[in-house]
């Protein structure tokens, strides 16, 4: 098995390290969508809900392996929502633009306004997914009220 891809430039990834980042990030999205697709069609209602990283839409000069599997994520989001919005499938992709507040990454030197709050996150996702049909969100980035973007 492949190592895991890290923020690299185009010298430090393998070959390798790059399909992985390929088929974790667009593969994966593919097949999961794919897998639950038919269910919801004949449901008539369903929501798919893919999350990406701020590489996804501004890949860094480190983001050679993890970007563009994050950009294929966001157009599989944006085709699935044309296709399966008129079905009754909300599809929405979300940009995570900052660093989450998870026990095993505490960073001791950044304060609490610096980062995003895992609660947070999720009651935007739960507002995502009962929104009401006549105004769906399609693409939604989540940051920091600090952060410079």
């Not at 070959?15 to 069609?41: H, P, W, Y």
């Not at 996150?121 to 009220?145: G, K, N, V």
Request: with cysteine; net charge neutral.
């Amino acid at each position: 098995m492949p190592r895991p891809a890290r923020l690299a430039n185009i010298d430090e990834v393998t070959d390798e390290q790059f399909e992985n980042c390929m088929r974790v990030n667009a593969l994966g999205a593919f097949l999961c969508a794919k897998e639950c697709t038919s269910g919801m069609i004949v449901r008539g209602s369903g929501v798919m809900l893919f999350t990406s990283a701020t590489a996804g839409v501004k890949a860094g000069a480190r983001s050679i392996a993890v970007g563009p599997g994050n950009f294929a994520k966001r157009g599989l989001a944006q085709s699935l929502a044309r296709d399966l919005g008129p079905k009754g499938i909300h599809v929405a992709w979300i940009n995570i633009d900052g660093v989450i507040d998870l026990p095993h990454r505490q960073r001791p030197n950044t304060s609490k306004e610096d980062i995003l709050s895992p609660d947070a996150i999720a009651e935007t996702y739960w507002h995502l997914a009962h929104q009401d049909r006549s105004a769906w969100t399609m693409e939604l980035e989540l940051r920091p009220f600090k952060e410079k973007f």
